[in-house]
Structures are given as C-alpha cells and as structure tokens.
C-alpha cells in the first residue's frame, strides 16, 4: 500500500460546482497535512496547512483533516475556471516534521468548466 | 515575496554528461530541497539539507548528489545522466522550527536527457 493515496482524476464540474479533492495515506505519524496547487509548467504552491482533525477555512478553500480514519480532503466553494489545476496533498514524513521533506500525493487534476 | 529560482527552465543533456541543476532561495531559509515529479508518480524526494554542508538522502538517491557551500544556494547533481533521470525538478525550501513543513517551491527545471 503507498503511503498516500490520491485519485490523480482527470475530475471535470462545471462553474460554482462544489468540488471535494481527497486522499487517504497510511502513516500514522504523519503530523502535519497540506494542500498545494500547481498550475502547467509551475512549481506547486501552498494553498492550505492544517495540524489537528477537524476545518480550516479559507475564502472558498475548506481543508478537512480526519486523523482517526487517516483520510484529508480539501472543498472548494463557487469554483473558478481560474481554479484548474493539478492539487497536491502532502504530509510531513519525519520526526523534524517538514525539515525531512514532504511525502506528496500523486495529486488530481481539476478542471472547471465554463 | 518569497523567491525559489531554479537556473534553468528548460535543458537537454546527453547520456553520460555531468548535470548541474541550481537553486537559489532569497528567504534565508535553513532547509532546502530537490524533488523530481513524473506522470504518475508525482513528486518524490531526492536529497535534502537542514544546514550549509549537510546532506540527507531522500527516497530515490541513486543517480544523484548535492552541494551546499552556502545557505542560499543547494545544486542538484547527475554525475551521469542517463534517460531515465529525464524528469521535472523542484526545488523548495522552508524554515527551521516551527512551520518547517511550509515548503516553497521553484518553477522547476524540465531536463531531457538524449
């Protein structure tokens, strides 16, 4: 089993659609859960960061961290065609937390239909 | 703003030429790092460093060194490339303590090796 698990789609919805990004992963120590987003030919970049179980919001950005079923997920309200991209979960992987790298998931690519 | 840069976008090398990929950060970030992102199998860690002159192996090592003379600047290695290291690079760094997991990242290099 990999440590992380994400479905890397294609996932298609049209414009204002909720859209619900997930992954599951293996490792319990895992401590600290994030969400990037990486547009074509760019590097990825921070969109969420998140600790303990439960919501942090952000404008039209939810992430969600379920530590007890290991499974993290990421909303996004009134989406944007501006919002298609590829999103990339990521956990910290080490005992000195991110300073040991990130273990990423494969990450979905969204696209938001006009 | 935060600044990752990476020296180069776009580069083609041929097998068995010695690879130089740089990476310069303007944040005086203690950690840095290189990846390597593939279709299908996202991005994965090659070497990391916490300090100038310390070095730690990531998950896929093998083809690869580092160099970090100075705080600001970690190079990525290919003692001799080969076709299969033809990839995306990225490069990130964060801080050390508390927020370590927040990585920023470069545009990436995209390397052919013929």
């Known amino acids: 089993q990999k440590e992380v698990e994400q479905d890397p789609g294609p996932l298609s919805v049209p414009e204002g659609a909720i859209v619900s990004l997930n992954c599951t992963y293996s490792n319990s120590a895992f401590q600290y859960f994030m969400w990037y987003r990486q547009y074509s030919r760019k590097g990825p970049e921070l969109l969420m960061y998140t600790y303990s179980s439960g919501n942090k919001e952000d404008g039209r950005f939810t992430a969600q961290v379920d530590k007890s079923s290991k499974y993290i997920s990421l909303f996004i309200r009134d989406s944007q065609p501006s919002d298609s991209a590829t999103y990339l979960c990521?956990?910290?992987?080490?005992?000195?937390?991110?300073?040991?790298?990130?273990?990423f998931g494969k990450g979905t690519h969204l696209i938001i239909q006009p | 703003d935060v600044k990752v840069t990476q020296s180069s976008r776009y580069l083609v090398k041929r097998t068995g030429e010695k690879v130089f990929l740089e990476c310069v950060q303007d944040?005086?970030?203690?950690?840095m790092f290189w990846y390597r992102q593939d279709p299908g199998l996202g991005l994965r860690l090659i070497y990391f460093?916490?300090?100038?002159?310390?070095?730690e192996k990531g998950d896929i090592p093998e083809g690869y060194s580092v160099s970090r003379e100075k705080k600001e600047r970690f190079s990525l290695i290919l003692e001799s490339a080969s076709t299969n290291q033809t990839s995306m690079y990225l490069c990130?760094?964060?801080?050390?303590?508390?927020?370590?997991?927040?990585?920023?990242f470069g545009p990436g290099t995209r390397l052919t090796v013929l």
């Open positions: 990130a760094s964060s801080r050390q303590g508390a927020g370590t997991d927040t990585q920023y």
């Open positions: 460093s916490y300090d100038v002159k310390m070095k």
């Open positions: 990521a956990m910290t992987r080490g005992a000195r937390g991110g300073a040991d790298g990130l273990t």
């Open positions: 944040m005086d970030h203690e950690n």
